[in-house]
T-cell receptor, first 113, second 114 residues
Framework: QKEVEQDPGPLSVPEGAIVSLNCTYSNSAFQYFMWYRQYSRKGPELLMYTYSSGNKEDGRFTAQVDKSSKYISLFIRDSQPSDSATYLCAMSEVSGGYQKVTFGTGTKLQVIP | ETGVTQTPRHLVMGMTNKKSLKCEQHLGHNAMYWYKQSAKKPLELMFVYSLEERVENNSVPSRFSPECPNSSHLFLHLHTLQPEDSALYLC?????????????FGQGTRLTVV
């Protein structure tokens, strides 16, 4: 079983739709849960991170973590064409004095105008 | 610009060539990383340097050789690569040790081995 599972998509939605992206994980040692966004021909950039179970909101984006189910989600409200990108979930644990990050495969999202 | 610069952006090399990838960060970070990104696979951590010391090597083949001469520069020396090594190689940096530190990625070097 992979440590982090993410549906690769691709996911295609109309502009204005609510998008739900999800990941599951198996390692209980993960402490921080992140979402990265990667545009074509660019490196990933951090979108949001959370530490505990619950919700965290930032504008149109909401990150949700359920540690009991080992499940994390990213919701995008009122999706825009500029949101078209690959979204990577990532989880980290502190190991050997530094933060060790494990990534999902990424979900490619296309928002159609 | 993210503050992490990678060169070259694209590289095509034969299996017998020797080349180097370069990464430079201007963020004052103490940790630097090399990742490999292949299609339909998660980012794979290759090497981690913290304060210029290598702290992690995830069983990477010896045909990949990292070098960190100072906290701002990171190199990945390549020799006798295989076609399956074709991928996007990403460099990242972070402030260093701590509970949570954000990693800043460069734009990557698209490597093709022929």
């Amino acid at each position: 079983q992979k440590e982090v599972e993410q549906d690769p998509g691709p996911l295609s939605v109309p502009e204005g739709a609510i998008v739900s992206l999800n990941c599951t994980y198996s390692n209980s040692a993960f402490q921080y849960f992140m979402w990265y966004r990667q545009y074509s021909r660019k490196g990933p950039e951090l979108l949001m991170y959370t530490y505990s179970s619950g919700n965290k909101e930032d504008g149109r984006f909401t990150a949700q973590v359920d540690k009991s189910s080992k499940y994390i989600s990213l919701f995008i409200r009122d999706s825009q064409p500029s949101d078209s990108a690959t979204y990577l979930c990532a989880m980290s644990e502190v190991s050997g004095g530094y933060q060790k990050v494990t990534f999902g495969t990424g979900t490619k999202l296309q928002v159609i105008p | 610009e993210t503050g992490v610069t990678q060169t070259p952006r694209h590289l095509v090399m034969g299996m017998t060539n020797k080349k180097s990838l370069k990464c430079e960060q201007h963020l004052g970070h103490n940790a630097m990383y090399w990742y490999k990104q292949s299609a339909k696979k998660p980012l794979e951590l290759m090497f981690v340097y913290s304060l210029e010391e290598r702290v992690e090597n995830n069983s990477v083949p010896s045909r990949f050789s990292p070098e960190c001469p100072n906290s701002s520069h990171l190199f990945l020396h390549l020799h006798t690569l295989q076609p399956e090594d074709s991928a996007l190689y990403l460099c990242a940096s972070s402030p260093g040790q701590g509970a949570f530190t954000e990693a800043f990625f460069g734009q990557g070097t698209r490597l093709t081995v022929v």
